[in-house]
C-alpha cells in the first residue's frame, strides 16, 4: 500500500477533524458524486453499481476530504493506495469490504489498479423497496459509528463477487422489472455481510475507539429518532417528535449541544436530520401503502393534513399526491 506524499499525509493526521470539514464539498446526488470523482454518469438516479476496473480509467486518484449523502457497499478485491472513510484511516491489507455512510467523510489518495464492485443508493432508493425498510435497525455495520472495514477471507469472495455481479447484470439490463431483481439481490449482499461482519465484530473488539463519545450520541438521537415514529409510539403530544428539544430531552442534554455534535459529524443540524427521515418516512408510506395523505399526515403526528403537505412541498417543491402520483408510474 502506498502512503500519501509526507507533507499531505501530515495535514492529514495533525490537523483537527473540525478545521477539514470546512468548506468541504457535499454532493446531494449520485449524478452529482459520479461527475466530481469524473466516472460517467449513474443510469438510475438514485442507485448505481460500478467496478473498480471501469472506473480506473478516469477516476479522480486524489480524492479531497468531502461528504455524500448515500450509502456505499464496497468490495475491493486488489488495489493500492490510502483510502479515509470517516475515522477509519488504516484498511485491512488485501481483500476488504468497507461502507460509506450519508453525511460521513471520506477522501482517497490511490493507485488506479483497483479491482472490486460498488453498489451506492439514495434513501429514495430505500423509500420504495418492499425490503429495505428499517435498514439501520437490521444492517448495522451501516451506521455511520460502527461501518468499520474488515478483510474478507478468500474463501469468502466468490460468493460475494457473485451477488455484485448478479446486480450489475441486472442493472445493464433492459427488463422492465430490474429494480426487482436488484432489491433482492441487495438484501442478500446485506444479510451475507452481516454474517461476516458480527463474526469480524465479535474478533475485533480492540475497534472499541469508534465507539467515541460523539459518535454514541449521533447513534443514540438516530435510535431515538427511528423508534419515535413507530406505529405504537406514543407522547405526551406527538407533535413534539419534530423537534430537536424532544431528542435532547430523552438524550438528557442541552439542544444546543446535540445539534453541535450532530452537525459537526454529519455537517447537517439534527432539525434536518428530523425533517429528512420524516420526509423519507412519507415517501415510503405514499408509495408503500394506499393510506390517504391524511392518514399519512396523522401517522407522522403532524397536526393537521395541511401541515403536513405544506412540509412536503417545502421539502420536494411536490405536493404528497404529485409525488405519489409521479413514483407510481
Known amino acids: 500500500m502506498i502512503q500519501l506524499g509526507w507533507k499531505r499525509f501530515c ?11 470546512s468548506n468541504l464539498e457535499h454532493f446531494t446526488t449520485i449524478a452529482a458524486y459520479c461527475n466530481a470523482i469524473q466516472v460517467s454518469a449513474p443510469k438510475h438516479p438514485h442507485f448505481d453499481i460500478r467496478s473498480f476496473q471501469d472506473n480506473m480509467h478516469t477516476v479522480v486518484a486524489q480524492m479531497p476530504p468531502f461528504r455524500h449523502e448515500f450509502y456505499a457497499i464496497a468490495l475491493k478485491a486488489v488495489g493500492s493506495g490510502k483510502v479515509i472513510s470517516g475515522h477509519h484511516t488504516e484498511f485491512p491489507e488485501g481483500s476488504t469490504i468497507f461502507f460509506n455512510s450519508p453525511f460521513q467523510i471520506l477522501s482517497w489518495d ?106 454514541k450520541l449521533l447513534s443514540r438521537f438516530q435510535a431515538q429518532l427511528e423508534t419515535s415514529f413507530y406505529a405504537n409510539t406514543s407522547t405526551p403530544n ?26 459537526q459529524i454529519t455537517g447537517q443540524t439534527a432539525k434536518q436530520h428530523i425533517q429528512n427521515h420524516v420526509l423519507n418516512l412519507a415517501k415510503s408510506r405514499l408509495i408503500q401503502t394506499e393510506d390517504s395523505v391524511k392518514e399519512i399526515a396523522y401517522s407522522l403526528y403532524f397536526e393537521s393534513p395541511n401541515n403536513f403537505s405544506s412540509f412536503f412541498k417545502k421539502l420536494t417543491s411536490q405536493t404528497p399526491n404529485t409525488y405519489r402520483k409521479a413514483a407510481l408510474l
Open 11 to 21: 495535514i492529514l493526521i495533525r490537523t483537527p477533524i473540525f478545521t477539514l470539514r
Open 110 to 215: 490511490i493507485v488506479p489498479d483497483w479491482e472490486g464492485y460498488y453498489i451506492i443508493f439514495s434513501q429514495d432508493f430505500i423509500a420504495k423497496s418492499s425490503f429495505l425498510q428499517d435498514i439501520l435497525k437490521h444492517f448495522p455495520f451501516l451506521k455511520i459509528e460502527k461501518d468499520m472495514p474488515f478483510a474478507v477471507e478468500p474463501k469468502d469472495m466468490a460468493p460475494i463477487l457473485s451477488i455484485y455481479e448478479a446486480i450489475a447484470q441486472e442493472y445493464n439490463s433492459e427488463h422492465p422489472d430490474k429494480f426487482q431483481l436488484i432489491e433482492s439481490y441487495v438484501l442478500l449482499l446485506l444479510n451475507f455481510i452481516k454474517r461476516y461482519f458480527q463474526n469480524t465484530v465479535s474478533e475485533q473488539d480492540a475497534h472499541a475507539e469508534i465507539r467515541k463519545t460523539d459518535l
Open 238 to 263: 406527538n407533535s413534539q417528535v419534530h423537534t430537536t428539544s424532544y431528542y435532547a430531552g430523552k438524550l438528557s442534554i442541552h439542544p444546543n449541544h446535540l445539534n453541535a455534535v450532530v452537525k
